[in-house]
């Protein structure tokens, strides 16, 4: 089995009314528990707005930081979730079901655990 990221990316602009919001994080969480029930979860979670990022960057001798997000974007990565699965075929399966589940764009990668 092999660890697998599979990121959130969020658009910039106003979320979803919260009527549609709640409808969307009910398919999230169901989408966790199927995810648990077959054994693949290893963890999730959602991040704050960009508007909270502080970049931390070296320059030089110095440790600089500054306010928003390390780049401009119109999508941001807005959470993401850990599974341990067999193969990319696998974690593919769930990137494609965590897209249906966020409506929302969904990267799948590699995850090396330290």
């Known amino acids: 089995m092999a660890k697998y990221l599979l990121s959130v990316y969020q658009p ?8 549609e919001l709640d409808a969307i994080m009910k398919n999230v969480a169901a989408f966790e528990e199927d995810a648990k029930a077959a054994g693949v979860w290893v963890f999730s979670g959602g991040l704050d707005a ?3 990022a502080t970049v931390v960057r070296r320059s030089g001798d110095e440790v600089l930081l500054t306010d928003g997000p390390f780049a401009e974007a119109k999508e941001y990565l807005g959470g993401l979730t850990i599974i341990d699965a067999a193969d990319l075929d696998e974690a593919l399966h769930w990137g494609r079901r965590a897209a249906e589940a966020t409506t929302l764009p969904i990267e799948v990668r590699p995850f090396h655990w330290a």
């Open 12 to 19: 910039e602009g106003t979320p979803p009314a919260p009527e």
């Open 50 to 52: 960009q508007s909270t």
